[in-house]
């Protein structure tokens, strides 16, 4: 059946605005997000419905809460599969308990997309990701740089078995094992599970146990590293004493940078989604689809499209300094 459906789409003679042909108008593309709480997964929600053909119509999202729990995404995905959407974007819950997604998708003939996080398989028809170890190492380098190789650090973890805390960590390591060897110690690490919340809560026990002793924070994300941000500040002290990491460039943190209070590594919640979108038509469409996403424009020299048929394609990282938040913020207002 789905077979068919594609044959169909690629054979027919409706031209839309964007100059693509194909047979139907009402292609639907089920998203499933792990959960909608944060202002990272928010930004790739409004990516997606910013996307030109979700924006023309000629494609209809369903966007599915997954509620931090990957039993109900895979559940999600059963339903995507049974009211026949044409392709599946996941953002997981967890590396290994989502694989069933892509299986049941491929069995299903449906594309799946997989973005923003990872899976532990190969058989997903692509992945539109960010590079996490290269995150994880873009943040912990700068700590060392700004502790000087030489102190204390404690780790603010994603939720165990996520790829992103699993691959941020490793880059994490990577930096750290640049200094000399023994003259960094992670004192703590432990998951915040994306919290701001939990972030300031794990921070606060943290500076009461190591007091004074705590010379740089890595969060995995922005939020936890901002609840790290409230604690200190909270407990009457100044964020002049850390260095400060985090992972996205969350409207937050933008303003921590431009106040001097930590860096963020900006991933790209825009280029994630809506690149994933793109080759997700590709699949659906076929060869004569081409990506209508600015993206492809915007890192043309660092993303090559490929006719839509690489199995990853990964969104470069842009660390946030005093030289370009103001720019950033202007694009987020």
């Not at 790290?228 to 850390?242: F, L, P, V």
Request: negative net charge; aromatic residues 6%; contains cysteine.
């Amino acid at each position: 059946m789905k077979k068919s459906i594609i044959c169909t789409l690629i054979g027919s003679s409706l031209i839309l605005s964007s100059g693509t042909a194909f047979a139907k108008d009402d292609i639907k593309i089920a998203v499933l997000m792990y959960g909608m709480k944060a202002e990272f997964v928010q930004l790739m929600e409004q990516a997606a419905y910013n996307h030109p053909m979700v924006k023309s119509g000629k494609v209809k999202i369903t966007m599915y809460d997954g509620r931090y729990d990957a039993l109900i995404q895979n559940n999600q995905a059963e339903t995507a599969i049974r009211t026949n959407h044409d392709a599946i974007i996941i953002n997981p819950m967890d590396y290994d308990a989502n694989v069933d997604v892509v299986d049941m998708a491929n069995e299903a003939g449906i594309p799946v997309i997989v973005t923003n996080a990872r899976l532990n398989t190969d058989k997903m028809t692509a992945e539109v990701v960010s590079d996490d170890v290269q995150g994880g190492y873009l943040e912990g380098k700068f700590i060392m740089d700004k502790i000087g190789c030489k102190g204390n650090v404690v780790i603010l973890e994603g939720p165990k078995g996520g790829s992103g805390e699993i691959q941020r960590g490793q880059g994490n390591e990577k930096a750290i094992a640049e200094c000399p060897k023994g003259a960094v110690k992670i004192i703590e690490r432990k998951t915040a599970n994306w919290s701001r919340a939990e972030g300031m809560n794990l921070m606060e026990n943290w500076l009461m146990k190591y007091k004074g002793k705590i010379n740089g924070v890595i969060g995995q994300n922005d939020e936890m590293a901002l609840g790290a941000i409230e604690a200190i500040e909270g407990s009457g002290g100044s964020t002049n004493s850390y260095a400060i990491a985090g992972i996205d460039g969350v409207t937050d943190a933008l303003y921590s940078v431009k106040h001097d209070k930590m860096v963020s590594i900006l991933q790209d919640a825009n280029g994630q989604m809506q690149g994933a979108i793109d080759v997700a038509l590709r699949h659906i469409i076929g060869a004569e689809y081409k990506p209508t996403s600015p993206i492809w424009a915007q890192y043309a020299d660092k993303l090559d499209w490929n006719n839509g048929q690489s199995k990853h394609y990964n969104i470069p990282w842009t660390v946030v300094n005093k030289g370009n938040v103001d720019n950033l913020l202007k694009m987020r207002n």
